[in-house]
């Protein structure tokens, strides 16, 4: 599972993107919607920035922030390091462990097309997809 390319494992219906001027309390409604951990911040088409759990509590909660009136733009990691469809899952593991967070951003052409999670490691569905596509391929 660590060999396989991220652009055949990102699962594009869990990436949730927002602009900049959106709220942290909006952002973390749709992050309770969709179940997920991170927003990507999109601007003009362009990834600018991640918002996560850690951001609304780090940034927002603990300094006792408005959540109804602070835009994410104030509050999210800028800048997010990424990876390409074409990296290993194991690389994007393994960047994600080095730099000490747990969402990381899969952008090809500037543009985000999805996003990996450290929960993504633990889910057997993934281990399941990855060996029926590897049957298929030995068959094909």
Not at 49 to 61: L, S
Not at 110 to 117: D, E, L, Y
Not at 122 to 127: G, I, K, N, Q, S
């Amino acid at each position: 599972m660590l060999s396989e390319r991220i652009g055949r494992l990102v699962d594009r219906e869990k990436m949730v993107t927002a602009s900049p001027q959106v709220t942290v309390f909006e952002a973390t409604r749709l992050m309770v919607e969709h179940g997920i951990g991170a927003i990507l911040v999109v601007e003009a088409g362009a990834l600018v920035g991640i918002f996560t759990e850690r951001d609304a509590v780090f940034r927002v909660v603990a300094q006792s922030r408005d959540a109804h009136t602070v835009p994410i733009g104030d509050v999210m990691t800028p800048q997010p390091l990424t990876v390409t469809p074409d990296a290993t899952f194991g690389r994007a593991m393994l960047l994600m462990h080095e730099h000490h967070f747990r969402h990381l951003p899969v952008v090809k052409d500037g543009k985000a097309i999805g996003i990996v999670s450290a929960r993504d490691a633990l889910d057997p569905e993934l281990e399941d997809f990855v060996c029926e596509e590897r049957r298929r391929e030995s068959l094909g």
